[in-house]
């Protein structure tokens, strides 16, 4: 196909930016466009920056730094940028500590000072010995660029083992230190992606795909994913293959052990939502898997076993989820035993802990905790201190306590220690932070949506503030792949709302807030509700007077990118700020990269006709239009993002800068040795939130309170 080859022209920005007053002329470094063009079915769709998919390449290299030199002279620009970075590093320099767990004597908590990258792993022997570092991720690596993945105890807690992640990146590698030392033995496990650690006799099963191709590391698509078993004091080549299919290359195998070693569990899934499930018993190992549980319409998770049947919540047959027992001799759904029954709130979790099932259910995206004996019998509720979120459990289903945290927008995360018996609890842990929570209030709204569905939409500010409609408010939203977005605490947040600002939670359509109905909603042909019912909550909060159209900002990331993209290219005079982040922009060629293929449940994919026409009707890429003034928008996202990879970003904001119109800068942040999100360190963390309220503030002409 003939190339049309346009020089690639790097101008560096002229501009002037005070705190009063938004004078701004920006220039965009020019992008070489192709005449690159696909055919969907008859429909000829350009793709003129498919050249920025070689992240590899020298051209995309330049072009992300002359990109970063024009975002960076421009925040580097605001005035009030540094005050807002010092007051943000001050809130978040207080100790934070993770909910205790342990095996056999050996106590682990996570812990960080303040200011410290990445928590660090903390040991002690017994509930009240005395802590000592055990591992600590900020000493691998000066710039804070690794972090912990994933850890796991051996059941003899003889071993820990540990993945580490490089950069934010998805892949990991696993290694393995003595409990009683500290110090690292020589196993070393590299290519595991998407895994677990789950240990068996002197060893551990884990997940892994082969070795990419030279350069493909960080965008090849992910396949032929296998599970082995690896026995400790073993090189990986000595590795057994436990599970395998090569006639479904593009299928995930994670494995899972039971409590006592007994069972292994194998869940095969193909996409985000949906899976089967596969038992053997260790005590008849020649008889093999057996498959319990078919795929891939519903959702099974197991969660332990019962005189040799399966515990399991699933939401086959129970959109908001129940939990019944499986028996592998006789896996039909006939025979399954009912423990717990659906109910009107969605059943997020099971614990077992102390000779009792301890359920942790979702009511309008909040959390309650019900206790039941093994009959399904409720013989309590667990009282938490207030409307928020819950988290997990951490106790043994044969003792007595346990640990567990609560957290809420204006309650700053705390450890309780629990009492099973006397089913009461008391602070374990609870932060000191520059931070008055009773000043604050947070309440909970149901607005119509464009069809007349109620959504829920949780609202956060100051006490006695004015609803006048010139507040400067950020609305954030998800809407996708069944996860529910519940209150959580952020340090960063306090900078808004110590400004008078307002944060909004929208539990739009295709999150799980109540259940696989409310999820499936939101899902491919139906994605449109997710688009709708985020500006039905703009439009709510405009009428009510929390703000407006110039007050207003949106925000998400990764499928929340999408919806942010969508959503301003729908409805772009609906809003000042516009933060897309991490995003999923290019629709048609979403499923070709990593592990993309994997979401077509929620997105369905341009390779059928049906699919394509609607994926392109929304496909933020390719629904910017010329001559369109757009809200000021600052793209964010980084060059080892291997989930959703940066080319979906980089040709989002290519396409925005050429065909936007008007004054509002539209810019790409694009961040070094960093991924999707996770393990990000705290440095990072800080900067970007710090930029974010910078360009939030300025251009929607808001000063804020610090000298």
Avoid at 60 to 89: D, H, M, P
Avoid at 130 to 158: Q, V
Avoid at 289 to 317: C, M, P, Q, W
């Amino acid at each position: 196909m003939k190339r049309l080859l346009i020089s690639v022209l790097f101008v560096i920005p002229i501009m002037i930016l005070t705190n009063c007053t938004r004078t701004t002329q920006l220039e965009y470094p020019e992008t070489r466009m192709d005449d690159v063009v696909d055919n969907y079915f008859g429909v000829e769709v350009p793709d003129p920056y498919r050249w920025l998919e070689d992240d590899n390449s020298e051209e995309t290299k330049a072009w992300v730094k002359a990109q970063n030199e024009v975002s960076f002279g421009y925040l580097e620009k605001i005035g009030f940028r540094s005050a807002i970075q010092e007051r943000l590093t001050k809130i978040w320099d207080y100790p934070k500590y993770g909910t205790p767990f342990w095996k056999n004597n050996y106590y682990f908590f996570y812990k960080n000072d303040g200011m410290q990258n990445h928590f660090v792993l903390y040991i002690q022997e017994g509930i009240d010995g005395e802590p000592r570092e055990f591992l600590n991720p900020n000493k691998m690596c000066e710039a804070g660029s690794i972090s912990i993945a994933t850890l796991s105890i051996s059941n003899d807690a003889k071993y820990v083992a540990y993945a580490t992640s490089k950069a934010g990146s998805d892949w990991n590698e696993i290694f393995v230190k003595e409990t009683a030392t500290g110090n690292d033995i020589s196993d070393h496990i590299r290519r595991v992606k998407f895994s677990g650690i789950s240990w068996e006799g002197d060893g551990f099963y884990y997940s892994r795909y082969d070795e990419p191709a030279p350069g493909q590391e960080l965008s090849g698509t992910n396949e032929f994913q296998k599970v082995f078993y690896h026995k400790i004091g073993t090189p990986q080549s000595d590795d057994k293959l436990i599970y395998h299919n090569p006639n479904y290359p593009r299928r995930n195998y994670y494995a899972g052990t039971t409590e006592d070693e007994r069972f292994l569990i194998i869940s095969e899934s193909e996409s985000t939502s949906g899976n089967a499930l596969y038992v053997k018993d260790n005590k008849t190992p020649k008889k093999g898997f057996v498959k319990i549980a078919e795929g891939f319409k519903f959702d099974y998770s197991a969660l332990d076993h019962i005189d040799g049947k399966i515990l399991v919540r699933t939401n086959h047959d129970a959109p908001k989820y129940r939990l019944v027992l499986i028996d592998p001799n006789n896996p039909a759904s006939d025979n399954w035993r009912v423990i717990l029954p659906e109910q009107e709130e969605v059943l997020r979790g099971v614990s077992e802990i102390g000779g009792k099932l301890f359920a942790h259910y979702m009511k309008d995206a909040s959390s309650r905790i019900y206790i039941y004996d093994y009959e399904g019998n409720r013989t309590g509720e667990l009282e938490l201190p207030g409307l928020g979120s819950f988290g997990s459990f951490s106790g043994k289903k044969d003792e007595n306590t346990a640990f567990f945290s609560f957290a809420s927008y204006t309650y700053p995360s705390t450890i309780f220690k629990y009492a099973v018996a006397a089913n009461s609890y008391e602070v374990h842990f609870a932060p000191e932070i520059d931070f008055d929570p009773e000043a604050y209030e947070t309440k909970q709204v149901f607005y119509t949506s464009k069809d007349g569905t109620k959504v829920p939409m949780f609202i956060v500010h100051k006490k006695g503030l004015k609803l006048n409609g010139k507040n400067p408010t950020l609305l954030y939203g998800y809407g996708g792949f069944n996860a529910s977005l519940t209150p959580g605490f952020s340090a960063s947040r306090i900078i808004l709302l110590e400004n008078d600002g307002i944060y909004a939670v929208a539990n739009i359509r295709g999150g799980g807030e109540y259940g696989r109905d409310w999820h499936m909603a939101g899902t491919q042909l139906n994605k449109q509700n997710v688009f709708d019912d985020f500006i039905a909550a703009a439009e709510y909060l405009i009428a009510e007077k929390y703000t407006s159209s110039e007050k207003l900002a949106l925000q998400g990331g990764s499928n929340g990118g999408l919806l942010v993209g969508a959503v301003m290219a729908q409805r772009p005079e609906l809003f000042k700020v516009a933060f897309p982040a991490v995003g999923v922009m290019d629709m048609l060629r979403y499923h070709l990269f990593t592990i993309g293929w994997a979401w077509a449940t929620d997105y369905g994919t341009s390779q059928d006709s049906v699919h394509f026409n609607n994926l392109y009707a929304y496909s933020p890429l390719h629904n910017i239009k010329e001559g369109v003034h757009y809200p000021a928008t600052m793209v964010t996202t980084a060059d080892h993002d291997d989930r959703v990879v940066p080319a979906h970003s980089f040709k989002f904001i290519a396409e925005l800068q050429r065909k936007h119109k008007g004054s509002n800068p539209v810019i790409i942040r694009i961040e070094t040795d960093a991924g999707h999100g996770a393990g990000k360190p705290t440095s990072k963390i800080i900067e970007e939130a710090s930029d974010t309220w910078a360009f939030m503030f300025y251009n929607m002409g808001v000063k804020p309170k610090y000298k």
